[in-house]
């Protein structure tokens, strides 16, 4: 690319249409001249030949993506990882802003993540390792998405849970159990204190656990929870399948008395998840599957508070996400950022509950309080509740406990002495 050619993809950014342009951040180790690998980055995600041959004609001012910033950081002797084939010369580690015009791909998911996380973006000349690492999407955009159906705020309202994290469970053994003894442990675990009883991201409609018999028989110890306790309880029903199945499997186990559907997300499509929002009478959870194999390379393919603010746009009330401790191999400030993503201003798009999740039980929800600073995130723990000594009712008992020692200012341990359940989770998992 010629010096005339590279400079078509710089622009300053005060001088572009702000609500015209979605706002990249890229981290990239690129070989040669960094202003070239720029360059490439903006032109191959965008319009790559921007004129025809003889005539007198630029699509750059308008359809180019454009680097409004570039800072190399350092150079490297070689890439952070071994690539086939080798580059066998430094490479300049550089962070790269661009502006996208997305009336390029309107506001569609498939054609935007086709741009921003396609063949243009990984596969540009001289740029062997690249990671996203946040877009901001302008109002103009935003306003085109439903995002959430309740938010946060409705969801403390539809369920009744305020001033305290939301208590859900996955229901264990996740696999394997008829829909009879799956749902006398989600009875058991609503009768301790939980108050969201999950299936597993892995458990959807297999041949031994029909979701429509496993549905129907949550839902009437769903409500017969709700008459022993006298406050709303929710089953939250995985209706991850094929595209053309989620509408009727929504309705399905609705039908039937879950009063929560949940989809993992990427196996799914965004694109798909948007569409279910349209349809859906209930909220809509988002589990994490795919992520991780998209994410995990601390430098090269994208940072997970991009995925989590796709899964917000697309209509998700709730977003759980890898969590805090060693098991889910996330850094924490990796997990407050998702967190954040959540909940920080995003226009007319409503925050999404976080829940970060893990090998969590009484035991962890004092530190995991601690690191969030507040109340507003989902607790779910499997065996920290179904694996629990006493059973599911205690180990729910436990977690309620351990908030209401939390919210009293007295530490877990100290308070474990006057619960025999809370102090059987501290001694199992602790």
């Known amino acids: 690319m010629h010096a005339d050619d590279i400079a078509g993809f710089f622009a300053e950014l005060p001088r572009l249409a702000a609500d015209a342009h979605l706002l990249l951040d890229y981290r990239i180790e690129c070989t040669g001249d960094p202003r070239a690998a720029a360059a490439h980055l903006a032109s191959e995600q965008s319009t790559a030949q921007w004129r025809r041959v003889a005539v007198d004609e630029d699509y750059r001012p308008r359809f180019a993506a454009k680097v409004v910033d570039l800072e190399v950081e350092t150079v490297l002797p070689r890439t952070s990882y071994p690539l086939e084939p080798a580059v066998d010369e430094p490479v300049s580690v550089c962070r790269v802003r661009i502006a ?24 540009a000349p001289g740029i062997p390792v690249v990671k ?62 939980l108050d969201i009883a999950k299936d597993d991201e892995m458990l959807a409609d297999p041949d031994w656990s029909p979701i429509a018999e496993r549905s129907r028989r949550l839902g009437a110890a769903r409500r017969q929870a709700e008459r022993e306790t006298g406050v709303p309880k929710v089953y939250l029903a995985n209706i991850t399948d094929e595209v053309d199945r989620l509408v009727e499997l929504h309705d399905t186990v609705v039908s039937n008395g879950a009063n929560a559907v949940m989809v993992n997300a990427l196996p ?14 209930v909220p809509l959870i988002a589990h994490f599957p795919v992520i991780a194999a998209m994410s995990r390379l601390p430098h090269f393919g994208v940072h997970t508070r991009v995925l989590t603010k796709l899964q917000r746009l697309a209509g998700f009330d709730v977003v759980i996400m890898p969590g805090f401790g060693p098991r889910m191999m996330t850094a924490e400030d990796e997990v407050l950022a998702c967190i954040a993503a959540c909940t920080e201003p995003m226009g007319p798009i409503r925050p999404a509950l976080p829940v970060p999740g893990g090998s969590d039980s009484a035991a962890t929800l004092e530190r995991v309080h601690g690191r969030i600073g507040g109340p507003d995130f989902g607790f779910v723990p499997g065996r920290g509740v179904f694996g629990h000594p006493q059973g599911p009712t205690g180990g729910a008992a436990s977690l309620r406990q351990a908030w209401q020692a939390i919210a009293d200012g007295v530490p877990v341990k100290e308070r474990a002495s006057r619960h025999t359940e809370l102090a059987a989770a501290l001694d199992t998992f602790g």
């Open 100 to 123: 996208h015009p997305w009336a390029n791909f309107g506001p569609r998911l498939p054609n935007m993540l086709s741009a921003v996380l396609g063949e243009g973006a990984y596969f």
């Open 132 to 193: 996203l690492l946040d877009i901001e999407f302008p109002n103009s955009f935003l306003e085109q998405f439903d995002g959430p159906k309740y938010g946060i705020a409705g969801l403390r309202a539809l369920w009744q849970i305020h001033d305290r994290p939301f208590f859900f469970g996955v229901i264990k053994p996740n696999i394997g159990l008829d829909p009879e003894p799956f749902a006398e442990l989600g009875l058991a675990a609503w009768r301790g204190g």
């Open 268 to 281: 799914v499509g965004l694109s798909a998840v948007r569409m279910l929002r349209k349809q859906a009478r």
